[in-house]
Each structure stands twice: as structure tokens, then as C-alpha cells.
T-cell receptor, first 114, second 117 residues
């Protein structure tokens, strides 16, 4: 079975540009999570969805960040406009009710904002 | 709010020996899960082991085992017969249970483990 798929794996952009990160959860999983990893703040939850509905977005840094889940097999995290402090690794994870609370992570997207 | 603390930023161990990584957490919850995730240089987050708080028996997965001390809010990871492939960052994580909000993971700061040949 394919795991969580994220694209792109690496993204380099200039300050002020729009960035869109993509995630395809594991088939059958109904919860999806976006995390950000930085040296300063470690791993922190940005937002999570249950059955395509955003449940908790209190971790989203500011209005420049938005996330959508239009269907059970696709989610996006958008940053507009991007800033150098957004440089980080962004992880998507998914889980199913049968997975015993285990979240399965994608390979991450390394974002660099110049 | 929950907090997870890993007091050892870096550790090293000789191949084939045993090492223990420490983790403490702070919560007022009585029901929760604890996890150890491994992040090798590839940066993929890989589940190592999981412990349910209501289970007194310590979880084990092959060479990996935990020492779960609920009263002390401690959750250490023991790696036996260390292998070079165990070199990675290890993250301790907490998840409260009971409602939808409990599906979030709160991570510690990580411990970088190096296994030396």
C-alpha cells in the first residue's frame, strides 16, 4: 500500500510568492494533519481535518496560511505571501479509526523561502 | 495544555550496546497515548512504539521497549543491541484521548542518537 504522499519534496521560492503544498493521505484514512518542523520550534501541529472538515486550526501561524481538504484523498496547505521565516519542513500525516491512534507521516516538503 | 520534555539533546552508543532515551510529560489527563517516533536523515517520521496509558504493561517491539511510569509521568525508550541504522532523531509524543481534539500529537524537542561502530 502507498503511504502518505506529499509534493513537492523540495520547494525553493522567493519572498512574497505563493506556495502550495500537497498531500494525499492513505486510502481509507479519515483524519489528516499538517505539521511544521523548524529548529527553533520543533514539530508543531498547524491544522487537522476529520472527514474533510477542519477541526482545529489554532496552530496556523497567521492569515497567510490556509489549508483545504476538498475530498478524502487530497489536501493543500497554502502560504500567501511567503516569508523567509516560513522556511521549514512541512509534514502531512493521516490516520484511520482502526489505526489505534497511530498517525502515519508523509516524507515531508522542505520549503525554503529566500 | 500538555508539554513533553526530552532532556537529552544528543546521545551516543556503541553498536550492540543498550541505550535509554528519556521523556517526561505534563498533563492533567488520565487517558492518553504515548509514542516514540524515529526520524533518520531521510527525515521520514517512523513510528517506533506506542503505549496506552491505561495499560500497565510496558510496550515492546523487538529491540525497542519502554519504561512507562504513569505516576512519575515518565516514558523512556530503551534500545537494545543498537544497530547503525538506529542513528536518528527520536521524538517522544503525547496524545490525549476522548474526543476529536485528542487526536493531536504534542512532540518533545527530540534526542539525536548516534550509534558508533
Amino acid at each position: 500500500d502507498a503511504g502518505v504522499i506529499q509534493s513537492p519534496r523540495h520547494e525553493v521560492t522567493e519572498m512574497g510568492q505563493e506556495v502550495t503544498l500537497r498531500c494525499k493521505p492513505i486510502s481509507g484514512h479519515n483524519s489528516l494533519f499538517w505539521y511544521r518542523q523548524t529548529m527553533m520550534r520543533g514539530l508543531e501541529l498547524l491544522i487537522y481535518f476529520n472527514n474533510n472538515v477542519p477541526i482545529d486550526d489554532s496552530g496556523m501561524p497567521e492569515d497567510r496560511f490556509s489549508a483545504k481538504m476538498p475530498n478524502a484523498s487530497f489536501s493543500t496547505l497554502k502560504i500567501q505571501p511567503s516569508e523567509p521565516r516560513d522556511s521549514a519542513v512541512y509534514f502531512c500525516a493521516s490516520r484511520s479509526p482502526a489505526s489505534g491512534r497511530i498517525q502515519y507521516f508523509g516524507p515531508g516538503t522542505r520549503l525554503t523561502v529566500l | 495544555a500538555q508539554t513533553v520534555t526530552q532532556s537529552q539533546p544528543e546521545m551516543s552508543v556503541q553498536e550492540a550496546e543498550t541505550v535509554t532515551l528519556s521523556c517526561t510529560y505534563d498533563t492533567s489527563e488520565s487517558n492518553y497515548y504515548l509514542f516514540w517516533y524515529k526520524q533518520p536523515p531521510s527525515r521520514q517520521m517512523i513510528l517506533v512504539i506506542r503505549q496506552e496509558a491505561y495499560k500497565q504493561q510496558n510496550a515492546t517491539e523487538n529491540r525497542f521497549s519502554v519504561n512507562f511510569q504513569k505516576a512519575a509521568k515518565s516514558f523512556s525508550l530503551k534500545i537494545s543491541d543498537s544497530q547503525l541504522g538506529d542513528t536518528a532523531m527520536y521524538f517522544c509524543a503525547f496524545m490525549k484521548t476522548g474526543d476529536n481534539a485528542g487526536n493531536m500529537l504534542t512532540f518533545g524537542g527530540g534526542t539525536r542518537l548516534m550509534v558508533k561502530p
